[in-house]
């Protein structure tokens, strides 16, 4: 196992290496090595470097713990406006998520939809590609199109251009307070269409999402200073009645309001559950029918006013055949090993997508030591 | 400014080339006629000229990839135009090269305020896109002060921002795909009305390519609710130094407002003669605009009022009713009218970090006193992004070489105090020779590597970006 010290040790593990290597973050998401790839972890390029609460900006090595990063930004009240999400107890590992593991995997929470995903706050990066090349793009300022973003394309690349040595990232201040609403009892359309007045409404609603268990219920956040909070608050609720079926509106407040989020963005209703799990990115409007449409058996739920669908389905089920009439694309989180060679992980692209995906590969990974990312 | 001799052999033949592509696209859509052509011999930055070869104005993708796919066979160099407000000299032309105007293509074709997505031709204007979702509440975040003329597709190759990013972000934050052609003619669909699509970011790399990537022929942007209200306040103060002090305290107290601009006492002083804004007496000023409901946008003023106190400014001016926040924003809105006024000038935009604002502006100041040339700022300071303007006369000989070596060495600064050469305007032609200030060689490479798989005979927007002697043997080759 190779555990280098610094990004120079990294280059040099990267350039000398002769096959494969399983480059591991802190090992929560990461797929099982293939066999016999040598494991590069880059849990030794830690360390906060720079964090200015009145410049938003935040620079830390890869490596660092997700939890350090957040706990240095609670400290001046700020944040992460992507919430992250913690989906360790669905793929069912333990570690310890790394900043640089989570912006390779571009992972974003329920406020996406609201504020945008984890590449939409990456300002800058370091990355040592596949040939043990150091590259520096962006840097630690808001506004910069200075040369071609490398910085979002490694967002969400899984690794497989290079392994990231540092990010720099733009941070928000932590809102006051927070309130979930939760209305019971809505069908998925009823839920999707309630979802979509209110992220049309000019209240800032950061989170919107509907789990169909205990009879449905359709779940709302506003965030802010706490005037604005009950504010708008109240002009929500008022969208919510809005619809003809009877309602029973519940307020959920500060950390019941938190832990509600957590368990929506972590998937919780899944952990432990056997089958393949899908994530499934669609229009909102089709949302609906797409559920209509699953497998009977399977589980889902919503988030992102119905624009991410989960679902949990019997291994092997292909889910990319029941979104096939609808715009979108389907991607295994967590499958069986058979499912996964049937079907792999991710919804093959276009002919001309695929070349110019293939074509960056080969520039910056030519030996194919990264061939195992992601 | 250099720019790569033409090619002897595509000027000479000519007129096969037009002939060909008026049998692809029309007579209409081919412009020849030496004079016509001259309307496209610049964008924004007229300080550089050089007609094309011939002008296409395709109307449709199926147009452009018949284009590109006869300018690639016959190994012709393509610069694609949008309204040609590039202040970077992105859409300057080659006198060997097919200058590919997406004009005609402007519109729009999907509006969806249920799923918050518009879909348009990329030469519909900026503005045209808030005007088409406005009367449902909608509007499109990126507002550059250009919005009138410039066009989405140009947005996207610069990554455009606008007065209100430092809340919702840049063209980048609010693109959610594009259909672009590749210079071989291929089309290709990125990204599309859902999030995060699965595989490589692609979408990322083509925002801000400057052209060079391939051509944008519709866009998929996302749009947003408008807020309920919004108000502006000015707060005048004796420093620089101050006022960025002050900017930094609003951020870091949780307000997070749509906009904060800065003014320096030049600028202000000029927008005073020209607009008569009615601006205080002082050394520099804020604007500051918050949104949200009535009361909301009291509370969060209160706030910004109660920091800004802490700084001891000489006035704090709200707007009780639209007359006077227009009145706020006349000032600002007229800066770039009003050093017009005055003189020719260069307009920069490096980035910094908020907290070397006040450091900055003095070096700067410096750097102005030294060359001997007026500077004026006025800049998106919530973000950091700078608008020094160098005055000079374009008719004294020598003095735009004067005021483009300033411009440089100011830019060099801001890269030292950790910025960047350009915060929205792009490398273009102007800042090209300056990368080697900001990337390594390395860092340069890998940039081009991508280059060469989107295009691997240099053919789109050649001449950009990089600085000529790092792209030398890829153009030739
Ligand atoms: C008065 C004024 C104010 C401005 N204010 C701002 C501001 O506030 N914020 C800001 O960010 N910018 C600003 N700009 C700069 C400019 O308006 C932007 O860069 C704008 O996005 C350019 O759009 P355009 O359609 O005019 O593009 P053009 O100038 O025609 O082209 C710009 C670049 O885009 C490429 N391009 C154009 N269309 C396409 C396409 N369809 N596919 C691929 N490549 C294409 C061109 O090759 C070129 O490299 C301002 C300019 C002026 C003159």
């Not at chain 2, 300071?381 to 003095?399: F, Q, V, W």
Request: include cysteine; charged fraction near 20%.
């Amino acid at each position: 196992m190779l555990r280098p010290a610094d990004e120079a040790e990294l280059a040099e593990a990267l350039r000398s290496a002769s096959a494969p290597l399983h480059v591991r973050g802190g090992g929560t998401r990461a797929s099982p090595a293939r066999d016999g790839a040598e494991a590069l972890l880059t849990a030794g390029l830690g360390g906060v470097v720079l964090h200015e609460p009145g410049a938003m900006t935040l620079v830390a090595r890869a490596g660092t713990p997700l939890d350090e990063v957040t706990a240095v930004l609670a400290a001046e009240g700020q944040r992460l406006p992507f919430e992250p999400p913690d989906l360790r107890g669905l793929l069912g590992r333990d570690g310890v998520s790394t900043i640089g593991g989570v912006v390779a995997a571009n992972a974003s929470g329920p406020a996406r939809v609201r504020l945008g995903a984890a590449r939409d706050h990456l300002l800058g990066m370091r990355l040592v590609d596949g040939e043990g090349r150091v590259i520096r793009n962006g840097g630690r300022v808001m506004k910069n199109v200075t040369g071609y973003d490398l910085a979002r394309l490694m967002a969400g690349s899984q690794g497989r251009l290079g392994v990231l040595t540092e990010v720099s990232l733009r941070v928000m201040p932590r809102p006051e307070t927070e309130v979930t609403l939760c209305r019971r009892g809505l069908s998925p359309a009823a839920a999707v269409s309630a979802m979509a007045r209110a992220l049309a409404s000019p209240f800032e609603v950061t989170g919107a999402a509907h789990d169909p268990r205990d009879g449905g219920r359709t779940f709302l956040r506003i965030e802010g200073f706490a005037a604005s909070v009950a504010y708008r608050t109240g002009l929500i609720e008022a969208i919510l009645r809005g619809d003809p079926a009877p309602s029973d509106i519940e307020r959920i407040e500060a950390a019941a309001s938190s832990r509600v989020w957590a368990d929506l963005g972590g998937v919780a209703a899944f952990a432990g559950r056997e089958g393949d799990v899908w994530r499934l990115s669609v229009v909102p409007g089709d949302a609906a029918g797409l559920v209509a449409r699953l497998p009977d058996g399977a589980c889902w739920l919503m988030d992102w006013g119905g624009g991410l669908v989960w679902a949990l389905c019997a291994e092997g089920t292909d889910l990319r055949a029941v979104l096939r009439p609808y715009t979108g694309h389907a991607t295994l989180v967590r499958a069986a090993l058979s499912t996964i060679a049937a079907l792999g992980m991710e919804e093959p692209r276009a002919p001309a997508v695929a070349a110019l995906t293939a074509g960056l590969r080969a520039k910056f990974d030519p030996r194919g030591i990264l061939a195992g990312a992601g | 400014m250099e720019m790569p001799r033409p090619d002897d052999r595509i000027l000479s033949r000519k007129v096969d080339l037009v002939d060909r592509l008026v049998r692809l696209v029309g007579r209409g859509a081919v412009i020849d006629d030496p004079a016509a052509i001259r309307a496209y011999e610049c964008d924004a930055l007229t300080a550089y000229r050089c007609p094309p070869l011939c002008v296409v104005l395709p109307e449709t993708t199926e147009a452009v990839a018949a284009v590109l796919h006869l300018c690639h066979e016959e190994r012709v160099p393509v610069v694609p135009r949008g309204s040609g407000t590039s202040l970077s000299g992105g859409a300057l032309p080659t006198a060997d090269c097919v200058l590919l105007g997406l004009a005609r293509m402007n519109r729009v074709l999907e509006i969806d305020t249920v799923n918050r997505f518009v879909r348009v031709e990329a030469g519909l204007t900026n503005l045209a896109v808030t005007r088409a979702v406005e009367e449902a509440g909608f509007f499109y975040a990126p507002d550059p002060s250009s919005q009138l003329a410039c066009a989405i597709g140009g947005n996207v190759a610069m990554n455009s921002g606008g007065a209100h990013c430092l809340k919702y972000g840049v063209t980048t934050n609010n693109l959610m795909g594009v259909r672009m052609v590749l210079m071989d003619g291929t089309v290709v669909d990125l990204g599309g009305p859902v999030f995060d699509a699965g595989g490589l970011d692609l979408l990322a790399v083509v925002c801000g390519s400057e052209g060079q990537l391939g051509v944008v022929t519709e866009a998929t942007l996302r749009i947003l609710p408008r807020a309920e209200d919004a108000r502006p306040v000015l707060i005048a103060f004796s420093s620089n130094e101050v006022a960025g002090a002050c900017v930094s305290d609003i951020i870091r107290a949780g307000v997070l407002p749509v906009a904060i601009e800065f003014m320096d006492r030049p600028c202000i002083a000029a927008c005073e003669a020209f607009a008569q804004a009615g601006y205080p007496e002082c050394e520099a000023l804020l604007i500051v605009e918050v949104e949200g409901s009535p009361a909301e946008i009291d509370d969060q003023l209160t706030r910004i009022r109660s920091i800004a106190a802490r700084h001891d400014p000489v006035e704090f001016r709200a707007a009780r009713d639209a007359d006077e926040a227009a009145r706020i924003w006349l000032g600002r809105k007229s800066a770039f009218g009003a050093m017009g006024q005055i003189n020719d000038y260069l307009c920069l935009d490096g980035t910094i970090p908020v907290s070397e604002l006040s450091a900055v502006l003095a070096g700067i100041s410096t750097l102005a006193k030294d060359a001997g040339l007026q500077v004026a700022n006025v800049f998106h300071a919530g973000d950091g992004n700078m608008h020094p303007l160098i005055l000079y006369d374009a008719n004294s000989p020598g003095e735009l070489e004067k005021a483009e070596r300033l411009g440089a060495d100011i830019l060099r600064l801001c890269v030292a105090a950790g910025g960047c050469l350009t915060g929205e305007h792009g490398v273009g032609v102007e800042k090209r020779d300056l990368m080697e200030v900001q990337f390594s060689a390395e860092d340069i490479e890998a940039q081009m590597r991508v280059k060469d798989v989107f295009d691997p005979h240099w053919l789109l927007n050649p001449a950009k970006v990089f600085p000529l002697g790092a792209s030398r043997a890829r153009r030739i080759a």
